[in-house]
C-alpha cells in the first residue's frame, strides 16, 4: 500500500508563491514518474508538470515559465514552487506518483489534493 499526502497549499494575493509538495510513503521500492494536476470548480482535472526519476521536467503551457517541479529521491517526496500566481490557477492540486511495490507491481497512486486559491 501507499500513500501520498500533500501540503503547502492556501491563499496567496495575485503575483505572489506557494511551494506545495508530496510526500510518498509504504511499500515503496523506487518511485518513477511523479506529477501534479489541478482541478478546478466545474472542470476537469488537468495535467501541470511531470519529472521523471532522473529528474527530466515537463510543464504545461500554461505554467511554464512561471512552476517549478523538482523532487528527493532519498525522501520520496516531489515539490512544485508555484510564482507569479494568477487567479486562474485556482484549483485542487493533486499529486501522483508512478510507484514500483516492494512486491515489483507498478501502481498509479494519487494524493488527496490541496486547495490553492489566488485572490486579492
Known amino acids: 500500500q501507499v500513500q501520498l499526502v500533500e501540503s503547502g497549499g492556501g491563499l496567496v494575493q495575485p503575483g505572489g508563491s506557494l511551494r506545495l509538495s508530496c510526500a510518498a510513503s509504504g511499500s515503496i521500492f523506487s518511485i518513477n514518474a511523479m506529477g501534479w494536476y489541478r482541478q478546478a470548480p466545474g472542470k476537469q482535472r488537468e495535467w501541470v508538470a511531470a519529472i521523471t526519476s532522473g529528474g527530466s521536467t515537463k510543464y504545461a503551457d500554461s505554467v511554464k515559465g512561471r512552476f517549478t517541479i523538482s523532487r528527493d529521491n532519498a525522501k520520496n517526496t516531489v515539490y512544485l514552487q508555484m510564482n507569479s500566481l494568477k487567479p486562474e490557477d485556482t484549483a485542487v492540486y493533486y499529486c501522483?506518483?508512478?510507484?514500483?511495490?516492494?512486491?515489483?507491481?507498478?501502481?498509479?497512486?494519487w494524493g488527496q489534493g490541496t486547495q490553492v486559491t489566488v485572490s486579492s
Open positions: 501522483n506518483a508512478e510507484v514500483v511495490t516492494v512486491a515489483r507491481a507498478t501502481v498509479s497512486s
